[in-house]
């Protein structure tokens, strides 16, 4: 079982871009509701598209763990896209959304070498429409990032969910 919210890098150390904090509250989390997040990271190298990221997302059955499929971008999917995803998000030439604009992290790719920190700041979870199934629960997620076949970043995170 996961044990309250927990996170890693999981690459190779030579990875150039790293997590060296990440905190999450509450715990677990509640959706909907409130989250509060900080987080710094750096990178020795840009990142510049493409970017694919490769998540795979386990839910925990008992003593089992399930990997969930990739259900309408949800789940276990792999983006082989990243930035025009981000692009069709926040479309170029707009400014980046709070608290990303304040802290000076980008939201576009390019995303230069360099350390990106956010402090502990508050993001609105909506009610999302998912099945009781896959919202409360606990979750594993592995995150891999990597352009041209070579890997950038790889984070691995646990978290429990609770739904109201």
Request: hydrophobic share 40%.
């Amino acid at each position: 079982q996961v044990d309250g919210f927990a996170w890693e890098n999981c690459g190779d150390k030579k990875n150039p871009v790293v997590l060296q904090s990440l905190s999450v509250a509450p715990d677990p989390i509640s959706i909907p509701g409130s989250l509060r997040i900080s987080a710094a990271v750096s990178s020795s190298k840009t990142m510049a598209s493409p970017l694919k990221a490769v998540l795979v997302v386990e839910k925990a059955l008992g003593d089992l763990w399930i990997q969930l499929p990739c259900i309408e971008q949800m789940g276990s999917c792999t983006y082989n896209d990243v930035c025009t995803i981000l692009d069709n998000v926040i479309p170029p030439g707009t400014t980046c959304p709070e608290p990303l604009l304040t802290y000076g992290i980008p939201c576009h790719c390019p995303f230069k070498a360099g350390s990106y920190s956010l402090p502990a700041s508050d993001f609105d979870l909506p009610e999302v429409e998912l099945p009781t199934w896959m919202t409360n629960g606990d979750y594993r997620v592995r995150a891999a990032v990597s352009n041209g076949g070579e890997e950038l970043a790889c984070v691995k995170l646990a978290f429990s969910l609770q739904s109201q």
